[in-house]
């Protein structure tokens, strides 16, 4: 005899209300519930037909136009679901499930958002025990970068949900946790997820990244290894393992990660992107410079004229609308301005364009200001010359062929503006030494790159030194200070970095992390040595103490496993060097 299939509690729900509705097709309450349970069986058009009839038969009651908002919402129907679930709570303002559904509608659209959350809000009143609508505005808090509301509702989330350890609300509050840096406190959580499900991939990429925020990048590779073992298919975690293969400098297995998350989403461009700046801290600029255009594809906040009148390189000449005039649109850091603004007079020589406006950052608009072959400079954040077409600054690198060409090396290429400067304070030392330990915290290699004050010390020993801190804006507090008296301020009585620059000058040598100083030190001409981490920016390369950008830079690389002292350490015994040569001079 033929086994009969087992009867699901939703098959046999949804039949027992059927032949209700059969015996009294005129109830609205049993019409709702067939409804929902035709819905949870995936019967989207007969759930809908279900509420459809009842609120033909009661169209004055919520419970009708809630029900079938709901399944409208299952649908993605999400329009029609938001007419539905409004009509609901018009007529039923106590109806929870009318406004947590709503919560979620409005929820899918950026621009109402706003009223997700208060919707939201209005379900939490009406039933503070249930966590689905804490869960729910959660969510909503994380895609409006609300972080510690985000975390607070996840918390409470959990603490409400029948599951003790319910692992979905884990790896999301872990997420959460991380986007607010609380990297520790991310890692706890996300491995506590993986403790009740250690069968759901997405938990153990979460868990990678995290642990890859850390400094763990061993961890977070065998983490996101174990995703793709649990089936995880998707680009992202491709992409998440060729990150932890890049922080440990194993840049060929990184490549072919990147290139793996390539194969499964073609157009994505973070995955590009990525696989770019592998390539370049590894030499291979033709396709380095290629991929890296991906950067802006797509991408939200870029300006309409760098798609409409994007410049493919011909000539530009007097006789265009705008007199040949190519906009130039800084973007990322200072530091990457002030590096490839070096690439403006070729556009002259080389390429035919009559004239050249640079919009940039306005910190830096009196010192680029300075550049050879600019025509004009203007504040990214105001209104722009007319131009005949536009092009992002650092496509200049792969229109001259950055690293296969000679890169122009001149220095100093920038000079302090008329006017610019500070009054530093007076010291005892016979060496003035500009230092910088910490780069901007929003970094996303922040961690990386930046050096706790503390270990400082064997630096801050040397005699006959006048040190001057190039920290701007209480950028490096969450590092800590020197000793007080050790570090004299200067940067933070600067105004912009026409100011900083000419503290710079000021200086007989430059010490710093991989930040903007070190570009503004470089382009100036001042020697500078550069405490790189042992996997650094693309632009540094992964061997050797010099680099083409800047003839004036040495760099001291951190080994792979070992921490900064011996950075520093080194640095000391260079400087009492340099401060020795400089005594013996002076006798």
């Known amino acids: 005899m033929p086994k009969q299939p087992v009867e699901t509690a939703e098959i046999a729900d949804e039949r027992f209300l059927a032949g209700l509705s059969r015996d009294k097709p005129d109830d609205p309450e049993i019409l709702c519930r067939l409804a929902l349970a035709r819905f949870r069986l995936g019967q989207g058009d007969a759930a809908l037909a279900a509420a459809d009839r009842a609120i033909a038969l009661a169209p004055d009651q919520g419970e009708g136009h809630s029900v079938r908002g709901q399944v409208l919402r299952g649908m993605r129907r999400f329009d029609d679901a938001r007419s539905s679930l409004e009509t609901a709570v018009k007529l039923h303002p106590s109806l929870a499930a009318a406004w947590t559904c709503l919560g979620e509608v409005l929820g899918t659209n950026a621009a109402t958002l706003d009223a997700a959350v208060e919707a939201l809000k209005r379900a939490v009143a009406l039933v503070p025990r249930d966590p689905k609508p804490l869960s729910i505005l959660a969510a909503i808090y994380m895609s409006q970068s609300k972080h510690d509301e985000a975390i607070a509702a996840y918390r409470s989330a959990i603490q409400l949900s029948i599951d003790p350890n319910p692992a979905d609300l884990l790896n999301n509050l872990g997420v959460a946790l991380e986007r607010q840096e609380r990297r520790d406190d991310a890692v706890a959580v996300l491995r506590a997820a ?11 990429d979460n868990l990678g990244n995290s642990m890859l925020s850390t400094g763990n990048a061993v961890a977070a590779e065998a983490c996101h290894r174990r995703a793709l073992a649990l089936g995880a298919k998707g680009a992202e975690t491709w992409s998440n393992l060729g990150n932890a293969l890049h922080r440990q400098g194993r840049l060929d297995e990184a490549e072919a990660a990147y290139r793996r998350a ?3 989403v073609p157009r994505g461009a973070k995955f590009h992107t990525n696989l770019a700046l592998n390539l370049l801290l590894s030499g291979k600029f033709e396709e380095g410079w290629r991929e890296y255009e991906w950067r802006w594809h797509d991408h939200p906040s870029l300006p309409s004229y760098l798609k409409d009148r994007a410049w493919d390189g011909t000539p530009l000449p007097p006789s265009l609308p705008a007199g040949g005039t190519l906009l130039l649109q ?33 910190e830096l608009l009196r010192l680029v200001g300075s550049a050879a072959g600019l025509d004009e400079i203007v504040s990214e954040a105001g209104p722009l010359p007319q131009f005949d077409k536009a092009m992002t600054l650092m496509s200049l690198a792969r229109l001259f062929h950055a690293g296969i060409a000679p890169i122009p090396a001149e220095t100093p290429y920038l000079r302090v503006p008329d006017g610019a400067g500070v009054a530093l304070p007076d010291g005892e030392g016979i060496m003035k030494v500009g230092l910088a330990w910490a780069g901007r915290p929003t970094h996303g290699d922040d961690w ?12 801050l020993d040397v ?3 006048t040190f001057y801190s190039l920290q701007r804006g209480g950028v490096a507090e969450r590092l800590g200070r020197p000793p007080a008296g050790s570090v004299l301020e200067a940067a933070d009585r600067c105004a912009d970095f026409a100011d900083t620059a000419a503290v710079v000058a000021a200086m007989d040598l430059i010490i710093s992390v991989d930040t903007a100083v070190v570009h503004m030190a470089g382009a100036l001409g001042k020697p500078v040595w550069v405490m790189l981490p042992p996997v650094p920016d693309f632009r540094w390369g992964m061997s050797g103490e010099t680099t083409p950008w800047y003839p004036n830079l040495r760099l001291l690389r951190k080994e792979m496993d070992g921490g900064w002292e011996p950075v520093i350490t080194k640095a000391a015994a260079m400087l009492r060097h340099a401060v020795g040569k400089l005594a013996g001079h002076s006798t």
Do not use: M, W
Request: with cysteine.
């Open 194 to 204: 993986t403790l009740v499900r250690p069968d759901l991939p997405a938990i153990h």
């Open 262 to 264: 390539i194969e499964a």
């Open 330 to 362: 800084a973007e990322q850091g200072y530091g990457d301005t002030i590096q490839f603004v070096r690439y403006v007079p070729l556009l002259k020589e080389r390429l035919g364009v009559s004239r050249v406006v640079l919009a940039c950052q306005p």
């Open 448 to 459: 990386n790159r930046s050096i706790p004050a503390r270990l400082l010390a064997p630096l």
């Open 463 to 465: 005699p006959d030194v």
